[in-house]
């Protein structure tokens, strides 16, 4: 089914077919009758020209303004995946799965039907694809996106569309304006308002990575702000994540008042204060965490319940959780690099002055006395932060100047 809808008659409902009656035996057909079943084709003919307008001009129509956010095709994402226990229906598992991507993010349908929609996956997947798996680049902004023409370079340099996918969460009533050339056109998701240090980030968080989801081909899941710009062309990222055998997910434990002194004991006895872990927003991660993250019915409640600023759940949820649930599937670190040497609640921001050559160099490892040290795979690694912020919209201009030559987009 595609944007618009399709009507189905069910012929076991009461109203599914008209009943027949035979003629009554030695009786003429009355004159006035015969006009009836004309009467009835007209109406008929004509309900369904008028219905079939309607469906055009409501979606179904093929030149769609991007304005009108046409409605997602809802078939795809809400009919209820068939069983892929049982062996006769393998065939219509496989090729539920396999349908192409919607070409537009948006839809109509409520957080309750997206989270259940992007809950399935198929149980049976026969060997890996051929192509390689997307990363799916998950915005997080209150409104524009002032750095987009340096990530469209990113996006439109060597590597292709093919290796990764873009959603974007704005503050809801803001639309995005980008041509069909851009990686952005039409890649707006359905939004709720967020605030600052409330469940609302989080739960918006959730909400791109279930709209990530429901493409099948998307195998890693970073969530950025509009702050944020690539420290590396896309084939170097790609590989970077999709090679990787780890989740980038920070988790540390704070004994001090800003860690373990917003544990609340509310989490208990599903958390306990020595399980309690901090750690970075920008996470980054495989197809399997974000299916538990999207589906988690017994931690995610019982946070947006009780952690109330000062504890800020957009810190403490997933370190917490997945330190518990999964401890060897995350890798203890984050890949965005940001700057907290200034203090206070907020890191550094830059702006067009702070964008120079020797700072650029320095974030994309290119000085060698400086270069960071991490572990990849379990091996000693230099190349650690794929990601950098916050950048200031001015930055811009020095950014684009110096991509090419320093970070090599």
């Known amino acids: ?12 409902s009461k109203d599914g077919q008209a009943p027949t009656r035979a003629p009554a035996p030695g009786r003429s057909f009355p004159v006035k009758l015969a006009v009836r079943p004309q009467l009835l084709f007209a109406v008929l003919a004509t309900g369904f020209l008028a219905a079939a307008l309607l469906l055009f001009v409501l979606g179904g129509g093929a030149a769609v303004p991007y304005y009108r956010l046409p409605a997602l095709a809802v078939h795809d994402v809400l009919l209820a995946a068939p ?32 989270l259940w929609a992007a809950s399935f996956e198929p149980r049976r997947r026969r ?5 390689p798996g997307k990363v799916a680049f998950m915005f997080l902004t209150r409104g524009p996106l002032p750095l987009a023409p340096l990530w469209e370079r990113f996006f439109n340099g060597t590597g292709g569309r ?15 304006d980008f041509p069909p050339s851009s990686p952005f056109h039409r890649r707006q998701v359905p939004s709720k308002a967020t605030r600052w240090g409330e469940t609302s980030v989080v739960d918006a968080e959730r909400r791109l990575v279930a709209n990530a989801l429901l493409d099948l081909s998307n195998e890693r899941f970073v969530l950025l702000s509009e702050s944020c710009i690539p420290l590396h062309p896309l084939p170097a990222v790609h590989a970077y ?23 609340r004991t509310g989490l208990a006895p599903d958390v306990s204060v020595s399980q309690w872990r901090k750690g970075a927003q920008w996470f980054e ?14 931690y995610y409640p019982r946070f947006q319940e009780v952690c109330r600023p000062p504890c800020y759940m957009d810190e403490h949820y997933l370190p917490t959780v997945l330190t518990i649930e999964t401890p060897r599937s995350i890798a203890n670190r984050s890949v965005t690099w940001v700057d907290w040497s200034r203090g206070g609640s907020h890191p550094a921001m830059f702006g ?18 400086e270069k960071e040290r991490c572990m990849y795979n379990g091996q000693p690694a230099v190349v650690c ?10 930055a811009l201009q020095p950014l684009l100047q110096l991509s090419t030559r320093i970070l090599g987009y």
């Not at 229906?89 to 309750?112: C, G, K, L, T, Y």
């Not at 067009?352 to 006395?369: H, I, N």
């Open 83 to 114: 069983c892929a226990e049982e062996k006769e229906e393998d065939q219509v598992v496989e090729s539920w799965w396999a349908r192409p991507p919607a070409r537009s993010a948006w839809h109509n349908m409520s957080d309750e039907e997206l």
């Open 241 to 263: 994540l999709t090679r990787s055998r780890h989740s980038f997910v920070g988790a540390f434990d704070d004994p001090g008042p800003h860690g373990r002194g917003r544990y």
């Open 1 to 12: 089914m595609q944007a618009g809808g399709a009507v189905v008659v069910d012929s076991s």
């Open 385 to 394: 932060s794929l990601f950098a912020r916050k950048f200031a919209p001015g």
């Open 285 to 298: 991660m495989e197809r399997r965490l974000a299916l538990f993250v999207v589906a988690d019915g017994r």
């Open 162 to 176: 093919g290796l990764f996918s873009v959603y974007v969460h704005t503050t809801p009533g803001y639309r995005l």
């Open 352 to 369: 067009a002055d702070d964008v120079s050559k020797d700072f650029m160099e320095r974030l994309a490892g290119k000085k060698e006395k």
């Open 127 to 131: 060997g890996r694809p051929s192509a």
